[in-house]
């Protein structure tokens, strides 16, 4: 093998650790039997909510999680592997590939890690069903309001009846 060849693929390695480092969740998904535009239609939905999606060769992770947490992913690197990765938002790759899954047979949730910890199957599913950041938030917002409002109603209704009686 020439030089060049060592030097590119040692940089793809560095390239793969560092986006595995930065990444706040990075899942590795099975893509076979998915058509061309199912994959861009799997893409273009992942790049809306700020995900990316590259293909890595199996040996190039294999080196990039060595010596990482993240070495115990080595089993899960067989076949066409593509990983989906956030650097923000730990939920929304586990949440666009759940419901792509659920309309493409075809793609299949090999493995990963969220919020920089390696999650089983089950774990991943578990946060694919959880409300979004933005859902989680609306609910905080209502429930705070909540008591608020009742808050607001009591004094209306002292300031009413007080009215009331001076009238």
Known sequence: MSEATIAKKAAAVEAAKEMLTNA??????????LTVEEVTTLRKTLRESGVKMQVIKNKILQRAVEGTDYEGLNDVFVGPTAIVSSDEDAIAPAKILKKFADEHEALEVKGGFIEKSIKTLDEINEYATMPGREDLLSMLASALSDPMRKIARAVKAVADKAEEEAA
């Open 24 to 33: 706040e969740t990075a899942l590795v998904v099975d893509y076979r039997g």
